[in-house]
């Protein structure tokens, strides 16, 4: 094991620890869209961590910005009538860029947090409106929506859902490319019991799957026609990786409420939120009434927000957005290259800064760990995708990638395929 002295005592997510506590890869630190390793290695981030690092690494603006906010006000909460002006400045800005009117922000520490909030305000919101029996909430085969209690009642990934016992039982899921069978289940499940609809715009964990042309209009309009609250999920498509600050805008969406993460820090430091349209919060901002009773303990980090405000700004300074719209076709010709492929079944992308190059289940039947050799044989040869599914290899690179690094990603990500093949 290479990670110091005596056993790991450190639990991972999604990990089979009995095979990971001796083996594993220790990052050592990062610049730009390179990581390096205790040896000094580097190794291209072609996931931008997990779908989130759109600004890059090593950053100094952020980590400036977060020191100087430590030295005046480290932490503090906002919890009934205390706040921090970064966390108001932080909300201003964000309410500035949803595509909503007067959008009220609501601050988590991660997406799956901001997952149970739109999904317990969804409920409360119909328990205020006098429509108590609209509890029941719809999402979508293969969507991942965190690991929270709610979240993983509406996991799309059958996987993530198994083994904890009984979840909330008023949860549906749909195609996640067939808008008509959203609009058969509220009709089977009735209009009046349901909360709302959930709906990644790229799914994303579940194999970065754009929609298909024409599915987020409908399912919105769907959600309209029958009084459903319309949730985007945009914890990875937010902040530039779709090309717009809150992950729907190229659809032309305006949802009920959109949940956020990842690029909202670039990762620095841990944060999600929710956006909620006036349609919502009113019930909440303009009637005297119970509070919304929940909220995290470091919704709204004075120190978090000013990470997530440097970060704004580094994003707007050098027009990421715009740098992700055109890097979208480069990223997806470097990974068509290797659609003809033998071992490859389909390469996916096209929208926004995701891509998955799926393998041919013949190829992986019969040997289980082979999708996994590919993923090492890449990282091995100088560069990090994700397996997904158990049988795609994913991509997500920061924003500040270069043409000429999107096709060595896609050369390596061939090499490590061959690779694993002839092994
Ligand atoms: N929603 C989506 C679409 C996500 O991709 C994720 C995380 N990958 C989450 C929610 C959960 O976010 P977190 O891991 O920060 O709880």
New binding site residues.
Partial sequence: MATGSGQSRLWHPFANMAEVKDDKFVVDRAEGVWLYDRDGKRYLDGTAG??YCNVGHGRTEIVDAVAEQMRRLDNYFTFNDYSNEPAEELARRLSGLAPMDEAKIFLT???????DTAAKLARLYWARRGEPERTHLISRRQ??????GL?TSIAGIEGNRHGFGPLVAEATRVAYDDAEELRAAIERIGAEKVAAFFA?PV???GGARPPEPGYLEAVAKICAENDVLFIA?????GFGRLGGWFGVERWGLRPDMI?F??GVTSGYL?L?GVAVSARVSDVFWEAPGAPFMHGPTYSGHPSVAAAALANLDILERENLLARSRELEKPLHDALLRLADHSAVAEVRGGTGLIGAVEIEADILAGDKGLITRMQKAVRERGAIVRVLCGNALVVSPPLTITEAELTLLADTIEAGINAALTA
Avoid: F, Q, R
């Fill in positions: 997990l779908w520490t991660g997406g799956g947090e901001s997952i969507s991942y929506h965190g690991t929270n979240g990644e799914i994303g964990a999920d945009s914890v990875i498509g949940t993460a990842k841990p999600g």
